[in-house]
């Protein structure tokens, strides 16, 4: 197999939850102007909403691709769901990537939402959000999506249907997505090893996209660059997060660090420079580019970096270097 060339990197931005707001449209257009692919919006309980930042995104820039990260299936019927990104793809053709996915489950029982059976949930929303995108006229009864005869008009329908992708991370989870979805979003951190576990699961039988987030930080001096990072990592011991460990050689290690410390921040401040320069797309740009190329090989078709930091704009540019040849 070749080694990646920087022609094969596919690079995105994070648009962080918590950006003012009057940085929000200035960060997407610096990232347009700066050559990234995409810019990715997530969607937080307490934060801003995904469907009012792609809309913002795409409509004060022109070619860049903006990502939906994630809709969770239990915040909208799917009726309505569809009728949004339907207005998006059409109003943006070409420009836009949903993903929906089951939510952090402490946000959506915080808000009554979250199912008995959240795969089965997770199937019937991607199955019927698909079916409405391309103009089917949809009547299912399932155990949670229930749809009699709805149909978008001729008029409201995209030229092409958007990409679904599912955010999800269990095991169960990444087979379903495998089965109905064009690709998978990992959070993040995503290193070669938790990518090639995760393909392991999904074993789609059909062309699938794998988009994985990480921490990111580059600079000239390695040391400044690991520093920046580390404070992006401090959730990474907890048991939500065992899935993007568990790969990983030093698991043992980190899982008995956490345990030892009375806190996330005692934990992240203990972590060695060289776990973070695994967990996360950090270092010289020379090494952030090594570190893209190696996502690249173990099956990532899309990077998208979370800048870190107090000033996220400004960390636009250093993080645009792994975008040089």
Request: negative net charge; proline residues 8%.
């Amino acid at each position: 197999m070749r080694s990646p060339t920087a022609a094969d990197r596919t690079v995105g931005v994070l648009l962080p939850r918590d950006l003012p707001a009057d940085r929000v449209l200035p960060y997407a257009r610096r990232a347009e102007e700066l050559g990234f692919d995409a810019v990715w919006v997530v969607e937080d309980l307490g934060f801003r909403g995904g469907i009012a930042q792609a809309a913002a995104v795409l409509a004060s820039t022109d070619r860049i691709r903006v990502g939906i990260g994630l809709l969770p299936a239990g915040a909208r019927n799917v009726a309505f769901a569809a009728l949004e990104i339907a207005s998006l793809a059409q109003l943006f053709p070409g420009r836009i990537d949903v993903t929906v996915g089951h939510g952090m489950p402490h946000w959506m029982r915080s808000v009554g939402q979250w199912p008995r059976s959240p795969l089965t949930f997770l199937r019937e929303y991607v199955d019927a959000l698909r079916a409405l995108l391309r103009g089917e006229e949809v009547r299912v009864h399932g155990e949670y999506v229930h749809l009699d005869g709805v149909q978008l008009d001729r008029s409201a329908l995209p030229d092409a249907v958007p990409d679904i992708l599912a955010g999800v991370r269990g095991p169960k989870s990444l087979a379903l997505s495998g089965e109905v979805a064009d690709g998978t979003v990992l959070a993040e951190p995503v290193t070669p090893e938790y990518a090639r576990a995760a393909l392991g699961h999904i074993s789609a039988q059909r062309p699938h996209r794998l988009v994985a987030y990480n921490i990111a930080s580059v600079d000239a001096d390695p040391a400044i660059a690991l520093a920046a990072a580390r404070p992006g990592l401090e959730w990474i011991g907890e048991p939500d997060w065992h899935a993007h460990i568990a790969p990983l050689p030093f698991a043992h290690e980190l899982v008995a660090l956490r345990a030892g410390c009375a806190s996330r921040e005692e934990f992240v401040a203990r972590i060695p420079d060289g776990w973070v320069a695994r967990l996360a797309v950090a270092g010289t740009p020379a090494e952030a580019r090594a570190g893209l190329d190696g996502l690249r090989a173990a099956g990532v078709t899309e990077t998208v970096l979370a800048p870190v930091g107090p000033d996220p704009l400004g960390a636009l540019d250093s993080l645009a270097a792994v975008l040089d040849v």
